[in-house]
């Protein structure tokens, strides 16, 4: 399964409705550390395609959804769980670590 790039348009959708768990990738083009977790992210979303969908969300096109799940630091991943965020984690993880925070 593809990552699915997450907008304020297509978040109710994509994430809160979704049927699966969501892993949402909080991330920048200009910042290093997202640029080293995007090839690990889009690694979990092979992997797990099917029982996870993973999702991006640009912090500097979508200011909104960031302040609103108070990503202060990138890359911030959230876990979202029947529309409810479960877990929060900031700065670079492996695949381990990833794996690790899964339901």
Same mark, same amino acid.
């Given at each position: 399964?593809?990552?699915? /790039? ?10 809160? !409705?979704? /049927? ?30 099917? /029982?996870? !969908? ?13 302040? !609103? ?17 479960? !877990? ?10 990833? /794996?690790?925070?899964?339901?």
């Amino acid at each position: 399964m593809a990552v699915v /790039k997450v907008t304020a348009d297509n978040f109710e959708e994509e994430v809160i !409705k979704s /049927k699966i768990p969501v892993l949402v990738d909080f991330w920048a083009t200009w910042c290093g550390p997202c640029q080293m977790q995007g090839p690990v992210v889009d690694e979990v979303a092979e992997e797990f395609a099917g /029982k996870l !969908k993973v999702g991006k969300i640009n912090v500097d096109e979508e200011g909104s959804l960031a302040q !609103k799940y108070s990503v202060m630091s990138i890359p911030t991943l959230i876990l979202f769980q029947n529309g409810e965020v479960v !877990k929060k984690e900031m700065g670079f993880h492996s695949m381990e670590e990833i /794996k690790a925070m899964l339901p």
